[in-house]
Structures are given as C-alpha cells and as structure tokens.
C-alpha cells in the first residue's frame, strides 16, 4: 500500500488508563483482544538512554504496523507519506502513535530518561525496510519533483 493520505491513517490512540491511589495501569491488546491497535503484537522494542540532540528512525517500513509509546519522558515524531509531512509530540505512557507501513518517520528532540517503546506487527527483518529516502519516494509514488514539503 501507497500514495497520498496514507498519513492520515497514523493517529494517536488514546489507551486505557486505570487510575488509582497506588498508581496508573495501562494495558494494549490487539485485534483478537480489546482491539485498542490495529495488528497482532509480534515484537517489543524500546529506545532509551538517547543522547540529547540525537536523531532516531529515518527510515520506512514496507508491511510493518507500529505503535509507538513514550513510556517515560517524550520526544517528537515526523511522519511522512510521501505527499505530506505531520509532526507529533509523544509524552504520555497512555497513547500510542499508530503508524501504518509506507510512513517515513523521523525521531528527534528526545527529553532526559526518554524511553520510546515500540510494539510491532512483525520480527525484525532488514528486507521490510525502506532506508533511502529517495527510494522512498519512488515507491510512495511522488514525483512531480519528489513532493513531500510540508509539515503540518
Ligand atoms: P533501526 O530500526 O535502524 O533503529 P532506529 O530507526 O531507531 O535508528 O535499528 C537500529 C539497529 O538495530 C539496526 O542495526 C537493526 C537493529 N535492530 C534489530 O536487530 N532488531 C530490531 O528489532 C530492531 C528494531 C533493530
């Protein structure tokens, strides 16, 4: 899957929240569950101890559904279809960033003690990704002169 306002299909999923005296519990379940994300979880990952100033991601996944969760701490997300671009602030552990597969994505402006937790639709595999933007491009379909310029 491809093409113009795909990005519109990548929003921030309020999760459940279970507030008490003695804390908060969060819980994610997937399409054969509760169905608060779109796909089947197959693989958990998190980023942590990210120098300030770093950048993560650059890159897009051909099949591949995420969610992404600032567990701890926040940082900032810009998505990227091809046609358009939408930045998101992450900084609560109880929403996710849905981001479906042909999405660009760019992580930046980590705070201290960031922790970003990734919950992913599949295993790792090196040939499901996207690594060159302009290759990108080419398979989101752009052109006229490789669009993608806005932020909003
Ligand atoms: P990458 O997905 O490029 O991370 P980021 O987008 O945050 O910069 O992965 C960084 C490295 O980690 C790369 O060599 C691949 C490896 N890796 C795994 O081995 N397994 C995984 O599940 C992930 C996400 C990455």
């Not at 100033?53 to 701490?73: N, T, Y």
């Not at 290759?135 to 002169?145: D, K, R, V, Y």
Request: charged share 20%; net charge negative.
């Amino acid at each position: 899957m491809s093409g113009k306002e795909l990005i519109k299909f990548c929003n921030v999923i309020n999760l459940p929240k279970i507030s008490e005296p003695r804390g908060n519990l969060t819980f994610i379940e997937g399409p054969q569950g509760a169905s608060h994300i779109p796909f089947e979880i197959k693989r958990v990952y998190y980023l942590y101890d990210v120098p300030g100033g770093a950048e993560r991601g650059g890159h897009a996944h051909k099949d591949l559904h995420q969610l992404i969760v600032a567990m701890s701490g926040s940082f900032d997300i810009v998505l990227d279809d091809g046609f358009s671009k939408k930045r998101f602030h992450l900084n609560r552990s109880y929403q996710g960033l849905y981001i479906c597969p042909m999405i660009w994505r760019e992580m930046d402006n980590f705070s201290s003690g960031a922790v970003c937790m990734v919950l992913a639709s599949n295993f790792y595999d090196e040939s499901d990704y996207y690594r060159d933007y302009q290759e990108f491009l080419t398979a989101a379909n752009p052109s006229p002169s490789q669009q993608s310029r806005s932020e909003v």
